[in-house]
C-alpha cells in the first residue's frame, strides 16, 4: 500500500515535516515467545509500516492520524490508548540523560495495530530513531534497538527484543535467525522458492500491557529462578539440554512444566526451520508451523478460537502447507504457508469459510519480507 505520509503530515502541520521515519510491522516465522526466554526466533519485517513525523514546535504533542486523536505529555485524561507507548519510551529515554527540542510529531499507516504486527514496536523504534535524528544522537543501529526494548518496557510490555532488533536490522527478502541469549543474528531467505506467506488477521484485538502477555513471560522468569536453582549460572531457560530439561520438569508445577516443554520444542523446531528455509523444504517448513501452533495452543495457551478456526483451514486444504498464530498471541494474526500460484484460490477460500463462522471477514494479504527501519524524509 503506498501510503502518503507526506501529504498527510501537510495538511494536519501545514507545512512539510522536518522528517519522517517508516518502521515496518514484522512477521515470525518461527519461535514465538522464546525471545524472553533467551531463545530462537525468526523474523522478517513486512511492507505494512507505521510513518512518524514531526516538526519543531513550542510545545510537544502527539497525533494519531488513523484514530484523528492526540495526546501532549503528561495529559491523563482522555489519554489514547497507544500513549503508553511514547509516554514510556520518553520517560526511559529522559531517565537516561537524553533530551531533544518540543516537536509536534503525527503517525499513521497502513500497519494493524494489536494484531501480532509488532504495531507498538514500530511506534517505540519509530520514536527512538525519529529523536535520534531530531536531537542528533547518532546512535548505532544495535543502541537504538537496545534502547527500543528498554523502552517499551518502560511502558509495561514485559517483552523480548525480537520485535526491536528486527525493525533496526532487518533486510528485503531476508529472515533474521535471532539468539536472544547472546543478542546475535544472520540472515537467510525468507521465502521457499514457489512460495509465498500469507497473513490471516482474525482482527481479534489484543493490548499487550494489559493481556496475558505478561502473565507468561512472568510465569518464564519464575521458571527461569528455578532452574538457577538445579544449574548456578545459566544465562537463561533456552541453553538447558535435553536431560537438564528433564530434571527441571520434575521441580516445576504441571502448568509451567508445559511453559517450559513448549520452550523447549520451539527452539528446537526454529532451529530446522532454518535449515529447512536452507533447503527449500516446503512440506517440512509447513510441518514445523502446524507444530508450532499446536505447542502455542496446547502448551502455552495463547491461541484463540478464531486463529485456532484458521489454522484448522490451513490444515485440511490441499492448497497450504501449514499455518500457525503468529505473535504475542490472544487473538492476532495467523501465518500461512502457501504455493505462490494458490495464494489467490486460498485467500478467497479462507475469507469465505472465516466469514461463514464467524459473520466477520479476516484481513487476508500476502506478506512481502522488507527493509527495516528507514529514514524517508
Ligand atoms: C510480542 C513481543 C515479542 C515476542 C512476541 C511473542 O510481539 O513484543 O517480544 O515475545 O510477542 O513471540
Not at 163 to 192: E, G, K, N, W
Not at 262 to 274: G, I, Q
Request: net charge negative; glycine share 10%.
Amino acid at each position: 500500500m503506498d501510503f502518503s505520509a507526506t501529504k498527510i503530515f501537510r495538511s494536519l502541520f501545514g507545512r512539510d515535516p522536518l522528517m519522517v521515519v517508516r518502521a515496518p510491522g514484522r512477521m515470525n516465522l518461527l519461535g514465538e515467545h522464546t525471545d524472553y526466554n533467551g531463545g530462537w526466533c525468526l523474523p522478517a519485517a513486512i511492507q505494512h509500516s507505521v510513518y512518524l513525523g514531526l516538526v519543531p514546535s513550542a510545545e510537544t504533542s502527539v497525533w494519531s492520524i488513523d484514530q484523528g486523536n492526540s495526546w501532549i505529555p503528561g495529559q491523563r485524561k482522555d489519554r489514547p490508548s497507544w500513549a503508553i507507548y511514547f509516554e514510556g519510551a520518553m520517560a526511559f529515554l529522559r531517565e537516561r540523560g537524553m533530551t531533544w527540542p518540543a516537536f509536534r510529531l503525527a503517525f499513521g499507516g497502513d500497519l494493524p495495530v494489536g494484531a501480532g504486527l509488532s504495531s507498538s514496536s514500530a511506534i517505540t523504534c519509530g520514536l527512538v530513531s525519529l529523536l535520534d535524528h531530531y536531537a542528533s544522537w547518532e546512535f548505532s543501529a544495535e543502541q537504538c534497538a537496545a534502547l527500543a526494548v528498554e523502552a517499551e518496557r518502560r511502558a509495561g510490555v514485559a517483552g523480548g527484543m525480537m520485535d526491536q532488533l528486527c525493525i533496526f536490522h532487518a533486510c528485503r527478502d531476508m529472515a533474521m535467525l535471532l539468539d536472544c541469549t547472546t543478542v546475535s543474528y544472520s540472515y537467510l531467505p525468507a521465502v521457499i522458492p514457489g512460495h509465498g506467506w500469507l497473513i490471516a488477521d482474525t482482527r481479534v484485538r489484543h493490548h499487550l500491557p494489559d493481556s496475558d502477555y505478561n502473565k507468561r513471560s512472568l510465569a518464564c522468569r519464575e521458571i527461569f529462578y528455578r532452574a538457577l536453582e538445579l544449574f548456578p549460572g545459566i544465562p537463561s531457560l533456552s541453553v538447558l539440554d535435553e536431560g537438564q530439561i528433564q530434571e527441571l520438569y520434575a521441580i516445576l508445577t504441571p502448568p509451567h512444566s508445559e511453559y517450559a516443554r513448549y520452550v523447549f520444542e520451539e527452539n528446537a523446531r526454529v532451529l530446522e526451520m532454518a535449515g529447512a528455509l536452507g533447503e527449500g523444504e516446503a512440506l517440512k517448513a509447513g510441518t514445523l508451523l502446524l507444530a508450532g501452533h499446536e505447542g502455542l495452543r496446547r502448551q502455552f495457551g495463547v491461541s484463540c478460537p478464531e486463529a485456532d478456526f484458521l489454522v484448522n483451514h490451513a490444515r485440511r486444504s490441499e492448497l497450504a502447507l501449514g499455518a500457525r498464530i503468529m505473535g504475542a498471541g490472544f487473538g492476532g494474526c495467523t501465518l500461512h504457508l502457501i504455493n505462490s500460484r494458490d495464494m489467490d484460490a486460498y485467500s478467497r477460500g479462507i475469507t469465505n469459510a472465516f466469514k461463514n463462522r464467524f459473520g466477520w471477514e479476516p484481513h487476508v494479504f500476502e506478506a512481502v519480507p522488507s527493509d527495516g527501519i528507514q529514514r524517508v524524509q
